[in-house]
């Protein structure tokens, strides 16, 4: 069973009786092997990132706070963020999205009201909780006279087929392991596999030119 979306979801009773794997989901209603993506290794990488090319005043738009993959990505981004060696303390600035939202225009939206009401954006990059919201991110920033990456950075986050590619300049992104989650869950029931552990894909930063 896989979604496009990490998410817990049900097993209909019918189908207990049948060989299972899930990919990018997990259930609570059977003891089943899971192939979902390491979010916190994800965020993490961006957040190693940025640290060292040198980004101090990070705003991020995060997805709805309820989703599975949401708890780790803010872990993952300030466990590589935060350790930067500073005498300055680093705050990191959160928005959430509604829970189960889908609306990413939304997502973006407390960056439109920053814009509009501060002649100077107090941040130096835009950290997107997925490409949709960072690809209404750059529209807010250029339409306001904001160069990317010259006056503030952006990363995003899923490196959505479909937009990716429509990002000016290249978005810096880390990308989802769909293909991987799919092969594995598979494999998982083609080789018979027994075990019923939750198995973590990495998830490759893709490099961009808007950092």
Do not use: W
């Amino acid at each position: 069973m896989a979604r496009n979306g990490l998410k817990t979801i049900k097993i209909p009773k019918k189908l207990h009786q049948f060989p299972i794997a899930l990919a990018n989901c997990v259930t609570d209603d059977l003891p089943l092997a899971s192939y979902i993506p390491d979010d916190f290794q994800g965020q993490y990488k961006i957040g190693k990132l940025l640290a060292e090319k040198g980004y101090k005043k990070p705003l991020f738009l995060h997805i709805p706070r309820n989703y599975i993959a949401t708890k780790a990505r803010k872990e993952g981004f300030e466990h590589a963020f935060l350790a930067q060696d500073l005498e300055d303390k680093i705050k990191i600035d959160y928005y959430f999205m509604q829970e189960d939202g889908e609306n990413y225009f939304e997502g973006a939206k407390p960056l439109m009201e920053i814009l509009q009401h501060k002649k100077k954006l107090d941040y130096d990059v835009i950290v997107c909780g997925n490409d949709r919201i960072a690809f209404v991110a750059y529209q807010l920033l250029l339409r306001h006279g904001y160069r990317i990456p010259e006056d503030i950075a952006v990363t995003g986050y899923d490196n959505t087929i479909g937009i990716a590619h429509l990002f000016i300049p290249p978005l810096t992104t880390v990308e989802l392991p769909h293909y991987a989650m799919g092969e594995q869950a598979a494999l998982h029931l083609i080789e018979g596999r027994k075990d019923v552990d939750c198995h973590k894909l990495p998830c490759p930063l893709i490099m961009g030119d808007s950092c």
